[in-house]
Nanobody, 126 residues
Framework: QVQLVESGGGLVQAGGSLRLSCAAS????????MGWFRQAPGKEREFVSA????????YYADSVKGRFTITRDNAKKTVYLQMNSLKVEDTAVYSC???????????????????WGQGTQVTVSS
């Protein structure tokens, strides 16, 4: 079983930056693909970014491409989401998730992720 804890959210002005962290428990973290999703009020949870278990392959939603960067530190069992040039429409609860099985390819489909964190609120003001 994997437990995930997100941090780093907050209130920022449009154009600003935030760095989200997702700390994981479990010995097999380094073998799992990881994803970030977000959910705004009244909207469905949507894919933001994903990274494979090696950290060498990443994927982004078109809405964040060029502004967000996903990375991971397997030694620290942590995945990061660096968010730059934030926009009001980026306001949402951001959650990280684990995709099993081990060594699997990344995915944008939320139903392919097994474990989820509780989320961290990101609010971008105009």
């Amino acid at each position: 079983q994997v437990q995930l804890v997100e941090s780093g959210g907050g209130l920022v002005q449009a154009g600003g930056s935030l760095r989200l962290s997702c700390a994981a428990s479990g010995r097999t973290f380094s073998t799992y693909a990881m994803g970030w999703f977000r959910q705004a009020p009244g909207k469905e949870r949507e894919f933001v970014s994903a990274i494979d278990w090696t950290g060498s392959r990443t994927y982004y939603a078109d809405s964040v491409k060029g502004r967000f960067t996903i990375t991971r530190d397997n030694a620290k069992k942590t995945v990061y989401l660096q968010m730059n040039s934030l926009k009001v429409e980026d306001t949402a609860v951001y959650s990280c998730a684990v995709k099993r099985p081990a060594f699997s390819a990344i995915s944008t489909a939320r139903n392919e992720y097994d474990y989820w964190g509780q989320g961290t609120q990101v609010t971008v003001s105009s």
